[in-house]
């Protein structure tokens, strides 16, 4: 009921870091990129396959960019669709099944429209049909303003692959949709040409297949590369509009490509004996770029998780977060925790990773002995309630209860002003 709202609230105002005042606002009032990579992970990120680079153009954007080199995805079965959520919502998805199917008309304080309380147009450009994932009442329900979906596309055999049109004609076709939008807008844009089976035509491989004795991580290798290309045209094609000096751009990983039922083959490419249980959790690192135009941008080495891009973001925008129910925490923040807490229970620290029951040491990948564990349960605690107090929320359709409490917005202000 709603004194359950308050005791979330209680909890997240506890965990609330306050911005970094030399970030605070530097992004206001421009437009917003959110670029979801489909299946990409962190392990392509300036490395290369048999001598050939996988990702040249994000080798690139990172050294013009923040990029965050130990950010974790935190989806589950819900895929794409559970990134989508924790990034507008700050929450998580569900430990089984996918939110967007089971609670897609719950009251939520998302991006999109709190974006739209102040003055900016919101959209979803992604070529698959409306219905997947939910994807149409969900859209609503988060604020969305428009979702170009598949209809907008003109979509042929000839420039389509897998699941659909290629990537590099959908950024192409999504420039046109753009330059009709109001500004300033958050729009966000779905891959899709990087999803397994990773199929790709003869004429759009860039670089070989693998040979690691996994169809579907050999073939990743191209579907990346493609993708990488696909982005780099598209960042082209956006200052060719006159779209980049006033925006701002987020791309993030949605998710994992290569399961572990390819752990043998991945354990060739990686050149190590065995894939471990501490393996697989780094392995759940996708990339996360913040890229400001004007800005140089470093590489931050803090642990975080999707969780923490809406704060993040809404600060850079320049607004207050503190009386938001959010489970993540602005990356930019002085007192930014470098933590994050998957889906399934794991987490990660600086120091270890807990995952299968076991507190690893982080720099070795070894088990901690018993008396070491101590490292790990000391934050066992707040990653367990951070996924029990989001469940709450969810499953009880909390926020429809809550009411900012104003008394500290008014506090916070005039505090600012002395
Ligand atoms: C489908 C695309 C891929 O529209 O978002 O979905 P996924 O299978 O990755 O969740
Ligand atoms: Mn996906």
């Known amino acids: 009921d709603s004194s359950d709202i308050i005791e979330v609230k209680n909890y997240v105002q506890a965990n609330h870091k306050e911005p970094n005042p030399d970030m605070f606002g530097v992004a206001e009032g421009k437009n917003v990129f959110m670029i979801s990579l489909e299946s990409i992970q962190s392990f392509v990120i300036d490395n290369d396959m048999e001598g050939q680079e996988i990702t040249p153009f994000l080798n690139q954007l990172k050294d013009e960019s ?80 428009h979702f170009y979906d598949v209809e907008y596309y003109d979509v042929t055999e000839e420039n389509s692959v897998g699941w659909g049109l290629k990537d590099k004609e959908f950024f192409e076709q999504s420039i046109d949709l753009l330059k009709e939008q109001p500004q300033p807008f958050y729009t966000t844009f779905i891959t899709l040409t990087n999803h397994f089976p990773f199929e790709l035509d003869e004429e759009d491989k860039m670089i070989d297949e693998g040979d690691y004795g996994s169809g579907t991580l050999n073939r990743f290798f191209p579907t990346v590369r493609y993708m990488d290309y696909a982005v780099e045209e598209f960042f082209n094609d956006i200052k060719e509009a006159g779209l980049y000096e006033d925006s701002i751009f987020i791309l993030y990983g949605d998710h994992y490509g290569i399961s572990s039922n390819h752990n043998n083959a991945m354990a060739r490419f990686l050149e190590q004996d065995e894939i471990t249980p501490f393996d697989t959790v780094q392995l759940q690192r996708v990339p996360l770029f913040i890229h400001i135009p004007g800005h140089e941008g470093e590489v931050i080495d803090t642990v975080s998780g999707q969780v923490d891009i809406q704060p993040t973001l809404m600060h850079l925008l320049g607004m207050t977060t503190k009386q938001d129910i959010q489970f993540g925490s602005d990356l930019f923040s002085p007192d930014n925790e470098s933590y994050a807490v998957l889906r399934n229970g794991s987490f990660i620290t600086d120091d270890v990773v807990w995952t299968n029951n076991t507190c690893y040491d982080k720099e070795t990948g070894e088990p901690l002995t018993e008396e070491e564990q101590a490292a790990c349960e000391e934050f066992a605690p707040r990653a367990t309630q951070d996924l029990e107090f989001s469940d709450k929320v969810i499953y009880g359709d909390l926020l429809r209860f809550y009411e900012p409490d104003n008394q500290d917005l008014v506090e916070t202000d005039s505090d600012d002003e002395e």
């Open 66 to 145: 923040y990029y965050f080199e130990n950010f974790y995805h935190q989806t589950e079965q819900g895929k794409t669709s559970d990134s989508e959520f924790i990034v507008a919502n700050s929450m998580f998805g569900r430990g089984s099944g996918a939110v967007f199917f089971t609670h897609a008309q719950n009251n939520y304080n998302a991006t999109p429209k709190i974006l739209g309380e102040n003055g900016y147009y919101s959209s979803v450009m992604h070529a698959n049909n409306r219905t997947f994932w939910n994807r149409d009442v969900v859209y609503d329900t988060l604020g969305y303003d």
